[in-house]
């Protein structure tokens, strides 16, 4: 039997001016514990840029080493994704919490030491 193909999971943020749309559900997340993750508490899931779909208007939060903007809802500011500023990284961060029917008990959670970074 052939697998079935991923079933493509979708989100948004609290007041639905931003949707999200992954190919498939996370079997994994990132739990980090750097300045700004430990106070949006944001479960990070990751992508190929070019694999998930944002529609709406986001605003970009740019610290640090300023090599990625944190993406955010600007009417309700649910923290939705991540991406690059212009290094190509392969990947893209999404915020599991915001895909319908995410269960934190359901997939590992790993936890990555930011702060330490
Ligand atoms: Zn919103």
Redesign the pocket.
Known sequence: MPEAAPTPITG???????TLTVPHAPEWVNSCNCSLCRRTGALMAYYPDGAVKVT?ETRAYVWGDRTIGIHH??????LTHWRTLGEDFGKMGMNARLLDGFDPDAVEVRKVDGASW
């Open positions: 948004s943020c609290h007041c639905g001016a931003v709406g809802c600007p009417v309700c500011g649910c």
